[in-house]
C-alpha cells in the first residue's frame, strides 16, 4: 500500500508539472538531481559533462511538459533521458545504433562498508570489488540500476535500449560472477521470467 | 511464485527484498521481519541474500549543495531564454476550435491511460471558482475546501495506522484525534503531519503555507522529508516556503487572518490591496486591475463579510473609500477622488 501511494504522489506531481507547474518541476529537480548525477557521472566520468546533460535533460523536460505522456514513475524517464543525452554527447556521429568506444560504467564498492566487517567478511569483499571491476561495462550498469535504483527490468531494458530478456540474462550473469556459491543457476532463470510475469 | 519456495537469487533480484534491504520503509521493514520470524527455515537463505546486498554498496558520486544550487539556476535560466524565443502566434478563431477538440482528444486519452494505471481507488473532490465544500473524510475528520481548490484521498483507508490526503489549493483541516494513526497532507512543496489538531493549508502560486490554529503539527519540504528537515508548530505558527527554496520559513502570526475564510468572513490587519487582489483572483477566478497603481500599497485593516462576492466587493469600496466595479470576470479598483 505504501508503494502505492508513492506511485500514486508521483503521477500526481507528473500531472501537475504537465500542467505547467513551476512547483512540481522543483519537486522534481530536487528530488532526482543528486540520482541523476551519481548515475550519469559513471557513464560519462566527467563532472561538468555529467552536469551539462543534467541541464539539457531539465530543459528540454521543460519545453516538452505539455507533450509528455503520463508516468507514473519520474525517475526512470530521467534517467532514459539522461543517458540518452550522455550517450549523444559522448558519441555524436552515431549515437543511436551502438554504445560509444569509449562506454565504459565505473562502479566502485563505497570502502567505508570495511569499517564494520570482521576479517573474512573482509576478505569476501575484497573478492566482491575485484569481481565486480572485471564485469563488463553493460552488466555493472545493469545490477547498478537494479540493486542501487531498484528500478525494474522492463525500465533498465528501455533505459539501456536492450531487450528485457537479455536484463534478466545480465543480472542473473553479474550475481552468478560475483556470488561464488551460486545453486540451481537454471531453475533460477526459468523463475525469474515467472515471477517477472506475476508481478508484472 | 510463492517467498517459501525462493532461493537466496531470488531473494537479490526481488524488489520487495532489496528496498528492505538497502533502504527500508516502515511497510517492508514490518513485512520482511514478520515473514522471517514465521519462516526460520529461510533463515540460510535470507542471511545470505541480505548479506551480499549489503556488501554491494556501490561508491556514491555526490553532487554538492552547492553545485546543485547552481545547476538549478543555470536551468532556470536556459529555460527561460527558451520560452522568450518560442512566442506563440495568436490563433485563428477556428483554429482555437480545432486546437480545443485536440485537447480535449488527449486529454481524454490521458485520462483513460492515467485512471487505468491508478492502483488506490481515489475520491476527488474540486471546488469551482466561488465555491467552497465541505468534505467529511471516513475518519471523522472535517476538511473545509476553499474556491479553486482540490483534494484527493483514498476511498478506503485500509490502513488503520496512516491517513493521507493530497491538496492543491486551500483547505481548513480539523483533524479528527486517533493516537497512533498520523494525518499526513501532502502538497508539492509541503508535508503536514499531525495527530488531531486544527489548522490551515494554501498551496498555490508555487507556494505553500501552513497556519496552525490548534494542536501542534510537524512540517516537512516534500522534497527531503527526512526526520531532520521537519519544523515543528504551536498553535499561531505560519510556516511557508516558495518553489526553488530548500528552507521553511517560520514567524508567529494570528491565525485569524489567515484562516478566517471557512467561517465566512475575511479578517485583515494592515493587509495590502495587492494581497487582497490576488486572493479575489485565486478564490473567484476574477482578474484583479488597478487603475491607479499606487492603490495596491494601500492596506486595509478590518474584518469583511465573505458570504457573497458583491457583498465583499462593496465592503472593500467602502472601507477603503475606492472605486470598485465589476464587468463579468474583471474587477476594476480605482481612487475615488478624481485627480
Known sequence: MEQLQQAHSESFIWEEF???????????????????????????????????????????????????????????YLFKALRHEIMRKLNPRNFTSDLPDNYHFEVVLSA??????????????????????????????????????????????????????SVYKMIYKAIENLQNNLVNIKVLLVLLFISEARSA | MEYLDFTAEDFILDSSFIKWVRNPDSKTKAFWESWQTAHPEKAEEISQAQSFLQRLQFRQDALSAQEQAQLW??????????????????????????????????????????????????????????????????DGSVVKLNANSKLSYPKEWQHRDKREVWLQGEAYFVIFKKPGAPFITHTLLINIEVTGTQYNLKARRNAAQVVLTEGRIKVANAAVPTDTSRLRLLPGDLAEIKAGETVIRKQTVDPA??????????????????????????????????????????????????????????????????????????VFLASNTPE
Not at chain 1, 118 to 138: F, M, N, S, Y
Request: neutral net charge; glycine residues 2%.
Open chain 1, 112 to 165: 567505508e562498508q570495511l569499517l564494520i566487517l570482521d576479517q573474512t567478511t573482509a576478505v569476501k569483499h575484497e573478492r566482491l570489488l575485484q569481481e565486480l571491476e572485471k564485469l563488463p561495462a553493460r552488466q555493472k550498469e545493469a545490477i547498478f540500476l537494479r540493486f542501487y535504483d531498484n528500478l525494474s527490468f522492463e525500465e533498465i531494458a528501455a533505459i539501456m535500449q536492450i531487450e528485457q530478456r
Open chain 2, 73 to 138: 539556476q543555470q536551468i532556470t535560466i536556459a529555460r527561460q531564454q527558451s520560452t522568450v524565443t518560442r512566442q506563440l502566434p495568436t490563433p485563428a478563431p477556428y483554429r482555437v476550435w480545432l486546437q480545443a477538440a485536440a485537447v480535449a482528444l488527449l486529454l481524454l486519452t490521458s485520462w483513460l491511460i492515467y485512471a487505468v494505471n491508478q492502483p488506490p481507488e481515489m475520491v476527488h473532490v474540486q471546488t469551482a471558482f466561488g465555491q467552497t465544500k465541505s468534505i467529511n473524510l471516513p
Open chain 2, 257 to 330: 487572518l489567515y484562516a478566517s475564510w471557512h467561517q465566512q468572513k475575511y479578517v485583515f490587519y494592515k493587509t495590502p490591496l495587492a494581497e487582497i487582489a490576488r486572493m479575489l483572483e485565486d478564490t473567484y477566478g476574477l482578474s484583479v486591475q488597478f487603475k491607479d497603481p499606487a492603490l495596491a500599497q494601500r492596506q486595509l485593516t478590518g474584518e469583511l463579510p465573505g458570504l457573497n462576492l458583491n457583498i465583499l466587493l462593496a465592503a472593500i469600496a467602502e472601507s477603503m473609500d475606492i472605486k470598485v466595479t465589476k464587468t463579468r470576470d474583471t
Open chain 1, 18 to 76: 504537465r500542467n505547467g507547474s513551476e512547483a512540481a518541476y522543483t519537486t522534481i529537480y530536487n528530488r532526482y538531481a543528486a540520482n541523476l548525477f551519481n548515475y550519469g557521472y559513471k557513464l560519462a566520468h566527467d563532472r561538468d559533462l555529467t552536469k551539462d546533460c543534467i541541464q539539457e535533460v531539465f530543459v528540454n523536460l521543460w519545453r516538452s511538459r505539455e507533450n509528455l505522456s503520463p508516468t507514473s514513475s519520474i525517475k526512470y
